[in-house]
């Protein structure tokens, strides 16, 4: 079965706020131009990622957003880019959806570009977890509460439910159904970055995080 999704073409959906509005939890210990660079280079960093398994895996990089330099940035590392037209994220990730299904996407990776300590790793393992011709495989944050990274097969084999307890929502949507679900927890993709507890956090594991595209940012 794993011979199946290595030969799938897997886009990764990397949906990106604008810069200007990006982090405005971290407000209290980062200024909105600081938090616009770190937007950025979290974005960078997330599709040097995604770029790094494309020998190993059909993986196509989409990213939606309504910043135009999101989409520049997108495209400048070889990804497609897609012009967000929805209000809320889950709407913006059936934009992805549908767009990338209808370019031949055999299973899709929703994969947000705020987690600072993702590793290509953490790709590949949620990828060889999807062996099964019907299946879910959802990453939760470390407080076990959100959705860090959701991979279907297909593509539309779930409705997307992004949001408070989002990690339970997925999971009862994936239990009703007669999808196998599968479950990867990572400490690496566990960790997003939203609030300034996250920030210091992430400051003291600095000395393990490939920070090339952060250093612009003060950490």
Not at 49 to 60: F, G
Not at 69 to 86: F, P, Q, T, V
Not at 113 to 118: C, I, K, Q, T, V
Not at 151 to 157: G, Q
Request: positive net charge; glycine residues 4%; contains cysteine.
């Amino acid at each position: 079965m794993q011979f199946e999704i290595c030969h799938l073409k897997i886009y990764i959906i990397i949906p990106v706020k604008p810069f200007a509005q990006a982090k405005t939890r971290l407000a209290p210990v980062l200024r909105k131009p600081l938090r616009a660079t770190l937007a950025r280079a979290l974005l960078t960093r997330t599709l040097d990622i995604a770029n790094a398994k494309l020998e190993t895996w059909n993986l196509k990089p989409l990213v939606i957003s309504r910043d135009l330099m999101a989409l520049d940035i997108a495209r400048s590392k070889g990804a497609a880019a897609m012009l967000e037209n929805g209000h809320d994220l889950n709407s913006a990730l059936n934009e992805a959806r549908q767009w990338a299904m209808q370019n031949g996407a055999g299973a899709i990776l929703v994969l947000p570009a705020d987690l600072p300590m993702l590793t290509t790793h953490d790709v590949e393992a949620m990828i060889e977890l999807a062996c099964e011709p019907a299946c879910v495989v959802i990453a939760p944050d470390r407080h076990e509460r959100g959705t860090n990274a959701l991979l279907l097969h297909p593509p539309d084999a779930l409705h997307f439910a992004f949001g408070p307890r989002s990690f339970d929502e997925h999971r009862a949507l994936a239990k009703a159904s007669t999808l196998k679900l599968h479950v990867y927890r990572s400490p690496t993709i566990a960790f997003d970055l939203d609030t300034p507890d996250d920030l210091k956090a992430l400051r003291n594991a600095c000395p393990t995080l490939d920070d090339r595209h952060l250093r612009k940012t003060g950490f």
